[in-house]
Structure formats: structure tokens, C-alpha cells
């Protein structure tokens, strides 16, 4: 079986990487909203689309990455917001990529039209969205990948096993579960991306949690490295330069 990341995830740059991808991540600013993708706007940046179960406490996650209390909007009544939210992230005059908060799937409560409707319109999304690079699927530590959870996967796994586009399964409410449940949620976890993962695709996991701020520097890490390339060192940059002839 192809390796697996697991919640030590995230690139090992050390304190100034860590600061640097915070600081990326505070960036965030909300550019759009679209409730069909041909609303959404046509450019070239790497999407990164947000996914989770109504309750799994997706909103609070986005704003918690970005350090914002009110960037993410969670409807008062869940499952209710049916709408694509588009946030630039990086500089105001360059934005280096795109987050998409997709709406929450599987709340009881929403009309069966409405949950058919926006069950095609999130796996087109996931199917066909051109500069889609990265998927950040929410799930509840607690209760593990649920049958909705299990078709999101399903839509996007052909694109995460030709390593056209990321994975990384964010595992919220980590501070509700003490440690060996903690292990056996990443070991769940593992078992079903198993089922996905190919020597192609890039597939991590991380324990997350809003209230211990717990997995927010590995996953803002994570998500700079997916978008924004890695300077390069002056010398290094010097060697990779042709030999210029003499004149």
C-alpha cells in the first residue's frame, strides 16, 4: 500500500515556517459566493475546496486557520447554507490561491430537491473544477467517516489517485476524545483512505481542534505548501543557471 501521511503532516520547516504559514492563512478575504458553478469565476490560482458533514464544525475550522472570527459564516439553522463562499488568500495585489467553503452535506432536516441539487453541484465541483489542487475534507473525530463522508470520497478519489488533487482529511473535535481514542479515530481514518491511495496521490490526515487550537499549525503548513512554492536559496538559484559564454 502506498504511504500514508498521518497527522504529523506537515512540513518540518520550524518556528519561521510556521509563522509564515499563519500569517499566509490571515490573509484570507471573502471574494465571492456562487450557488451554481457557472457563477464562479474563471482564473488560474490553486483552488482549495473546504468539505464536511453539516455539524462537523467546518466554519469554525476556516476561521480558526485564518485567525478570523467571522470569515466563515455557519448558518443558524445547519445545512441551510447553500451557496459556493470564495476567499483570495496571500497578498492583495497577487493572491497565490483561492479557499472554497463549500455548503455542509447531510443535515436531516433540509428538503430532498434541495439536498439533490446540491449533491450534483458539489460532485461537478469536485469532478470538473479545472484549478481545483486540494481537498480538505472535515470529518468528526468522534464518529468517523459517515456514508455521506465515504460518497464525497468516492466523488474526488479518480483526481486524488492521479495526483491531480490533494487530500487531507482534517479530523475536528479532537479535544472531546482522550488519547487512545484519538488513535483509534487516525487509525479509522487511515483504513478507509487506504482504500483511495495510489502510489500517485498525496493523502494526509491530522487531528484538529477549534477550542485547543490543536493541528492549526500543521494544517495552515500543509495548505501554504500546497499553493505557494518554496523560495529559492540565492546559490541555489546561481548553480541552476546555464553557463553564460564569454563575450
Request: aromatic content about 6%.
Amino acid at each position: 500500500m502506498p504511504a500514508m501521511t498521518s497527522h504529523a503532516t506537515a512540513p518540518q520547516g520550524g518556528a519561521q515556517a510556521t509563522r509564515t504559514a499563519l500569517a499566509w492563512a490571515h490573509t484570507a478575504r471573502f471574494l465571492t459566493t456562487a450557488s451554481q458553478l457557472d457563477q464562479l469565476p474563471g482564473n488560474d490560482l490553486p483552488e482549495i475546496a473546504f468539505v464536511g458533514r453539516s455539524n462537523a464544525g467546518k466554519s469554525t475550522a476556516i476561521n480558526t486557520l485564518a485567525q478570523q472570527r467571522q470569515l466563515a459564516f455557519a448558518s443558524k439553522t445547519p445545512g441551510r447554507t447553500q451557496h459556493i463562499n470564495l476567499f483570495e488568500v496571500g497578498p492583495k495585489d497577487a493572491p497565490d490561491a483561492i479557499w472554497a467553503d463549500l455548503p455542509g452535506y447531510g443535515y436531516a432536516a433540509v428538503e430532498r430537491a434541495a439536498k439533490l441539487r446540491w449533491q450534483k453541484v458539489m460532485a461537478d465541483y469536485l469532478a470538473l473544477r479545472r484549478n481545483l489542487s486540494g481537498v480538505v475534507q472535515m470529518v468528526d473525530s468522534r464518529h468517523g467517516f459517515t456514508a455521506l463522508d465515504r460518497q464525497l470520497l468516492e466523488w474526488v478519489a479518480p483526481r486524488v489517485g492521479n495526483g491531480e488533487v490533494r487530500l487531507l482529511v482534517v479530523l475536528t473535535k479532537a479535544d472531546k476524545l482522550n488519547r487512545k481514542e484519538a488513535a483509534a479515530s487516525l487509525r479509522a481514518a487511515q483504513e478507509v483512505l487506504a482504500e483511495i491511495a495510489t502510489d500517485h496521490a498525496d493523502v494526509g490526515i491530522a487531528l484538529f481542534s477549534a477550542l485547543k487550537r490543536q493541528g492549526v499549525e500543521d494544517v495552515a503548513e500543509v495548505l501554504q505548501g500546497w499553493c505557494v512554492a518554496p523560495p529559492v536559496p540565492a546559490a541555489a538559484a546561481e548553480a541552476a543557471l546555464p553557463d553564460q559564454p564569454a563575450g
